[in-house]
């Protein structure tokens, strides 16, 4: 094939596949404009209605500030615990410490239904009232791996000897890990914790079993659903996505600082 | 090896930092999982759940042809959406890490990604107005004339596997690219010198270098795929059900948690199965 036709044709194929990719998400977005009460075709106009419709409603509100509130309290949790073990894994010698690394990162391996379904069953058996604890609970489990995996991968050998001068300094333990390390760290830090926020904002399965009177947004939404095809639905699911996206953006910024390359 | 008091101070300190984490994912992943796999052996009556040891559940499992099927369709399923992601998804990696240009790469995989970060919910709902009756691909068939009525997209596994590929191809488009900026342009040289043609470099060269990454993509595909419920039940519809589906069944009206618990136990040895399959190229990456 000559070349310029190859071009043509590469252009082609990605362009028809970036369009399979992004369809669902135009349609989404451009429908919660609709100035109707169906998202599809034809357009009949461009309205903020079902905005304003979102922003009214109490309990979607509601599930929004949950969502909130148990991602960054999760991912928090995640990230101090992670952070804790990976600086007893990098700075210690402790014994079947492999087997210990193998357990943190464990629940990585396993599909989120099994771990909620696990906790679910504990929790019933304890009589532990399902809340937005046990939601927080479990998006600790399932990001705890993530934020170990990530702090720890960046503990490198070259920031012993700034510890170590630490140390002779007089810093005490707490002030090395405080002071010094903690610092030094803070892009992987950030990185897992913006991660982490994700993961937990767009989680439905174990918000969903393990939740019961306040509930999160994509719990939220899930039960908006039964109502079938509704523009209030893109509306609340187009804000959904540009959270998303302004968190993934604020962790590539944080990635790009990190490595420090333009690109 | 002797330990100094000195050591056994330090070390009792590392416990201390190791402690919470190992706490914490004793208490809410090992010890309920260990919980989930006893209730599994165990059996309910009269709604209460009793501890006597028993293999029905899994018994049940081969006996009752609605869940044996339910796990082919599950099968069925994760095959087809993953041999077409990697169909899909391998030529636009490719594009991507050949032929844009050093400094877009990045953006244009990141644009390839996006909407993989949406919510399970909000993405299978926005392919449902795409592929519902009066969606957006209906509507424009029925307006080019191509078709005279509505095709049953969603609803059906059709649109199962649609919502599927499309959050596939985002994935494996990633780890095949990664993969693929790996190989040095020695290899297709040396493989053109050696007078290879385009095809053949293609086939007994490059195909064979990024099979690791197209392994690593396949594996998380079906991992996730199989173990997915929210797909399935947006856009699936109720002719069948996938294995997760009969999962949340069970939870749902019948408060059946001994036999959630085996569903779940056999999801999980199939998921090993696959890992055990894959496990030679996953290792290969770690290299």
Redesign the interface.
């Known amino acids: 094939m000559p070349r310029q036709l190859q ?1 043509a044709f ?1 252009i082609l ?2 362009g028809v ?2 369009g ?6 135009v ?2 977005v451009l ?1 919660s404009f609709q100035d109707g009460t ?5 357009l009949h106009g461009l309205t903020l209605h079902w905005y304003g419709e979102i922003f009214a409603d109490r309990k979607l509100m509601a599930a929004l500030g949950n969502s909130l509130l148990v991602a960054v309290i999760s991912s928090a949790v995640a990230c ?3 952070f ?2 990976a ?3 990098a ?4 014994p079947a410490s492999n087997l ?1 690394r193998a ?2 990162v ?2 990585m ?7 909620a ?6 929790f ?2 304890l009589d532990i009232q399902l809340s937005l604890w046990t939601v927080g ?2 998006h ?2 399932i990001n ?1 791996p993530l934020c ?1 995996a990530i702090i720890y991968a960046s503990m490198g050998a070259h920031q012993i000897n700034i510890e170590r001068a630490a140390r002779d300094l007089g810093a005490r ?1 707490w002030q090395v890990m405080l002071l010094v390390t903690a610092p030094m760290l803070m892009p992987s830090i950030l990185a897992a914790f913006f991660l982490s926020v ?1 993961f937990s ?5 174990i918000a969903f ?1 393990l939740s019961r009177f306040d509930v999160t947004l ?1 719990v939220e ?2 039960s908006m ?1 039964r109502s079938g ?1 509704d523009p209030k ?2 509306a609340i ?1 187009s804000v ?2 540009l959270m ?2 302004v ?2 953006f604020m962790l ?1 910024l944080i990635v790009l600082r990190k490595s420090g390359k333009p ?1 | 090896m002797t330990v100094t008091p000195l050591e056994r101070a ?2 009792r ?6 402690l ?3 706490v ?3 208490a ?6 260990a ?2 796999a006893a ?1 599994s052996l165990w059996t309910r009556s009269g709604g209460k759940i009793v501890a006597t040891w028993t293999l029905d559940n899994y018994a049940a499992f081969f006996g009752k042809s609605h869940l044996l099927k339910a796990l082919l369709n599950s099968l069925e399923v994760t095959a087809i959406v993953t041999v077409i992601s990697i169909l ?1 998804a391998y ?2 990696a490719w ?2 890490a050949e ?1 844009v240009p050093k ?1 877009w790469q ?1 953006m244009a995989l ?3 990604i ?2 993989f ?7 299978s ?6 592929l ?1 009756k ?3 691909v209906n ?2 068939l029925i307006w080019a004339g191509l078709v005279a009525e509505p095709l049953q997209l969603s609803a059906s596994r059709t649109g199962t596997v649609i919502g599927f590929v ?1 959050f596939f ?2 994935l494996l488009t990633l780890t095949i690219y990664a993969n693929l900026v790996q190989l040095s342009p020695n290899y297709r040289r040396a493989a053109a010198d050696l007078g290879a043609s385009g095809l053949q470099t293609f086939r007994h060269v490059i195909l064979p270098l990024t099979l690791p990454g197209i392994m690593v993509g396949a594996f998380l595909t079906f ?2 795929c199989i ?1 997915d ?2 797909t399935p039940q ?1 856009l699936g519809g109720n002719n069948e059900l996938l294995l ?1 589906q009969v ?1 949340m069944l069970q ?1 749902g009206r019948r408060a059946d ?1 001994p036999m ?2 085996a569903l ?1 136990l056999v ?2 040895a199939v ?1 090993t199965l696959a ?1 055990l399959f894959c496990a030679r190229w996953l290792k290969m990456e770690r290299t």
């Open positions: 071009t590469a194929y990605a596949l970036y399979f990719i992004f369809l669902p998400v349609v989404l429908f169906l998202p599809v075709p034809p101090l615990l992670g804790l073990a600086y007893a894994f700075r210690y010698r402790l210990q357990l943190i464990a629940p391996t396993v599909s989120t239904l099994i771990i379904l696990g906790l679910l069953s504990v019933s058996r609970a479990g600790v489990v705890l170990f333990d994700t904002w767009d989680e439905f399965i079993l994509p939404i899930w659903l095809l639905t893109n699911g959904v996505f998303s996206v968190l993934l590539e690109s | 330090e070390q300190k590392a416990w201390g930092f190791a919470p984490a190992l914490w994912t004793t809410f992943f090992l010890f309920p999982f919980y989930m209730i899909l030529p636009l594009i991507i032929r400094r990045r990141i644009m390839a996006l909407p970060w949406t919510s399970y919910v909000v993405r709902y926005s392919w449902l107005l795409v519902s009066g969606g957006v509507q424009t499309h191809v985002m991992v996730l173990g419920y929210i947006i997760p999962i939870l948690f959630a618990a779940s999801l999980m998921v890992y």
